[in-house]
Each structure stands twice: as structure tokens, then as C-alpha cells.
């Protein structure tokens, strides 16, 4: 069982202190939800247009790959494959959204580079090999995308659930308190000032 607080007033400037405090942090974890919720679903339209262009961009990567074996053979397409350059290292770093530490992928720009002559591959390897490595970025961004929005969605089911204790626990626990205490003091005057009226009747007596 709750304690009851003393009804002063002293306590009752404390606890309309504590309400405009919860009251304040309400509407900015109200805030927050909100920005989050907008970043979520800019991420999120993002994250589906970036995911129709892998689809596609592999479909065709495919597509090319298949025809340079077929017009090249399987064996010269992994052998010239192993002659390529290694892909460029990454490396992650991190903005903030609201407190929330979200990752950015850094890599350098691809740019092809061959490493065989113009006799040994055809149109369809080089297609393939510059779509591939394309998409590349693509993936980056989803992966990206993807971690954001796992980070974003976390923070937002701690401050809806923070939101919701001040709202629906704090708040009207301290304006109950708040309301009480200013009724005993109210009625505490009433009865002092129909004391003081009897002792000044009694006087003019």
C-alpha cells in the first residue's frame, strides 16, 4: 500500500513540482516517439525501394553471368573471376536520432578495374562484372537500413512503454495526491476561519 503524504504545504508544492516534471517528460518522450516513428517510416519506404532494386539488379547480374558461361564456359568464367581485385574494405560509423546511435556504412566508390585483356572476356562478363560490383552499394544501404530500423523500433517500444507509466501511473497518481491534499488544506482554512469568527464573536461580547 501506497504512503500517504502528509497534507502540508510544503508537500503540496513538491508534488506539483514532481507533476510538472512528469508532465514536461511526458510530452517530450511524445516527442521523440514521433520523430522516431517519421525517421522509421522514411527508413522503411527506403529500405522497399532499395530491396526492388537488388532483386532486379541480381536478376540481371544473373542473367549476364549465365550467358558469359554459356558463350565463355563455366571453367574460364571462374578462372578469369579469381584474377579480380579484392573488393575495398569498409568501415562503420554512426549518427545519432534522438539519443539513438544508429550505423552509416563508409566504402570507396567502386570503379572497375580489369585485370584480363579484351580477348578473354566478352560483353555478358563485363556486364555482369559491373552490375555485381554495383550492387554492391545497394547492399550496403540495405544492410544499413535494416540495422537502423531494428535500432529505431527498439527505442521506440522503451519510450512508448516509459510514455505510457508517466501517463497512465505518474501523472494521476501526483494529481490525485495534488487534489487531495489541496481539499484537507481547503477545508483546514474553512475551519480556521470559522474558529477565528467565534473567537472574535465571543470577544465582542
Keep these: 500500500m501506497a504512503k500517504r503524504v502528509t497534507a502540508t504545504k510544503a ?5 506539483k513540482s514532481a507533476l510538472d516534471f512528469a508532465q514536461r517528460g511526458y510530452g517530450l518522450l511524445d516527442k521523440k516517439r514521433a520523430v ?3 525517421e522509421i517510416m522514411r527508413l522503411n519506404a527506403r529500405a522497399q525501394t532499395i530491396q526492388q532494386e537488388v532483386e532486379e539488379r541480381f536478376g540481371q547480374s544473373y542473367d549476364a553471368l549465365t550467358m558469359a558461361s554459356v558463350t565463355m564456359g563455366w571453367e574460364s ?3 578469369m573471376s579469381k584474377s579480380m581485385p579484392t573488393e575495398e574494405p569498409y568501415h562503420i560509423g554512426y549518427r545519432s536520432v534522438m539519443g539513438v546511435e544508429i550505423p552509416e556504412i563508409h566504402y570507396k566508390a567502386f570503379k572497375p578495374q580489369s585485370t584480363f585483356s579484351m580477348f578473354e ?3 555478358a562478363f563485363d556486364e555482369a562484372y559491373i552490375r555485381m560490383h554495383d550492387m554492391r552499394a545497394r547492399i550496403y544501404e540495405l544492410a544499413e537500413i535494416e540495422t537502423d530500423l531494428y535500432r ?3 527505442e521506440i517500444k522503451k519510450t512508448v512503454k516509459r510514455a505510457n507509466a508517466l501517463e497512465k501511473i505518474q501523472i494521476p497518481k501526483y494529481e490525485a495526491a495534488k487534489k ?3 481539499e484537507i488544506l481547503a ?3 474553512r475551519e480556521d476561519f470559522f474558529r477565528l469568527k467565534r473567537v472574535k464573536n465571543n470577544v465582542s461580547k
Design 11 to 15: 508537500n503540496l508544492i513538491k508534488i
Design 36 to 38: 522516431l516513428m517519421r
Design 77 to 79: 568464367v571462374v578462372s
Design 121 to 123: 572476356s566478352n560483353f
Design 152 to 154: 529505431l523500433a527498439k
Design 180 to 182: 487531495e491534499i489541496e
Design 187 to 189: 477545508e483546514k482554512e
